[in-house]
């Protein structure tokens, strides 16, 4: 009689534990709902609402080409616009949800000042706006083509710059027939806005020669961009 009493009591202990665990099981499963359901909240509070990531001023490049991606969360389906015809956003429009785009600027900043346009993404009637500022720096060649006649000879390069003299660069290919009349380190540039001088050789070919220069600089993340070129070509040499 003892002994089928503690079998009883046993029975009922495992009742109350098999009890126990899916009381705990479906405790878990509604709390992963309620967290699901308020974290997707923080997300997107309302259908159509739109979240830019960064809401500071993204800094652009003076260049053409320079592109940054921007991250946001929309509500539902979206659109983005620009609103300067220098910059070009892609894609400009999708579905709801943790989406990217990216910014482009199709032209240089000619202007030798700083300018902003607005990104501006919009979902259900809603819209925010991220201010997007191209930097003013500038450096550029007064000509496009310096054209030399097969003799050679000194060749001046000139330019205009608002940068520090220490944040300017210039690139070009080493070649044999056209050399710094000087060696010098750093830029090869004085700041009366030309390049130190070079020395042009003969050409004793009839076929022209070119060479670029690239007027550059670093940007934050210490990568060498152009800001502007030039083109050096020396005639060849006429047939006697």
Known sequence: MERH??????????????????????????????????????????????????????????????????????????????????????????????????????????????????????????QESLTIRQSGDYAIFDKKEYVVDAEGGPLSISFTSNMDRENLYVSYQKLEWISWTQPASGTRADWQGRLKELTVSPNPTGEERQTIFILSTYSRRKELFGLDTTRVRQLGASAP
């Open 5 to 126: 009493h503690r079998g009883r009591l046993c029975q009922d202990k495992m009742k109350i534990l098999k009890t126990y665990r899916t009381f705990i099981r479906s405790y878990l499963l509604s709390l992963t709902v309620v967290l699901t359901v308020a974290l997707g909240g923080c997300v997107a509070d309302e259908v159509g609402g739109v979240y830019i990531v960064s809401d500071e001023p993204e800094s652009m490049y003076p260049v053409a080409n320079h592109i940054v991606e921007l991250f946001f969360q929309a509500g539902g389906d979206w659109t983005a616009t620009t609103s300067e015809d220098w910059l070009e956003v892609s894609p400009n429009h999708g579905e709801g949800g943790r989406n990217a785009v990216t910014v482009k600027t199709i032209a240089a900043n000619k202007t030798k000042a700083e300018r902003t346009a607005l990104l501006t993404i919009s979902s259900g009637g809603k």
